[in-house]
């Protein structure tokens, strides 16, 4: 071989390399795009999720609200029978 023929594959090789590297980066390029997008999707979801959990708890909150007003000696037994069980599993 000589130094024409030679020059000439290591161009050759070097197109092949650069076609490569410019493939690799493109597919980088849309996979981070695609992780963008579901990044966006499951924050939105996320965010839902926590709207819904902040209004049931409100509702679960007004609920024992009224019970408790409603019957305030139960609520009080039911209090005292929690701080019971409490005290007795610290002693432990």
């Known amino acids: 071989m000589n ?7 290591i161009r050759k090789s070097a197109d092949q390399v650069e076609s490569g590297v ?3 980066a493109a597919s980088l390029t849309n996979g981070a795009d695609a992780l ?5 999707e499951l924050q939105d979801t996320l965010r839902d999720i926590g709207r ?3 209004d049931t708890t409100k ?3 007004d609920a024992a609200a009224k019970q408790a007003r409603l019957r305030p ?4 037994g039911v209090a005292f029978v ?3 069980i409490v005290a007795r599993a610290l002693r432990r």
């Open 22 to 24: 410019e493939a690799v």
């Open 59 to 61: 509702e679960l909150s």
């Open 82 to 84: 929690a701080g019971v």
């Open 36 to 40: 963008g997008e579901q990044s966006d």
């Open 3 to 9: 130094t024409k023929e030679t020059k000439a594959q």
């Open 52 to 54: 819904r959990l902040l």
């Open 73 to 76: 000696l139960a609520v009080l």
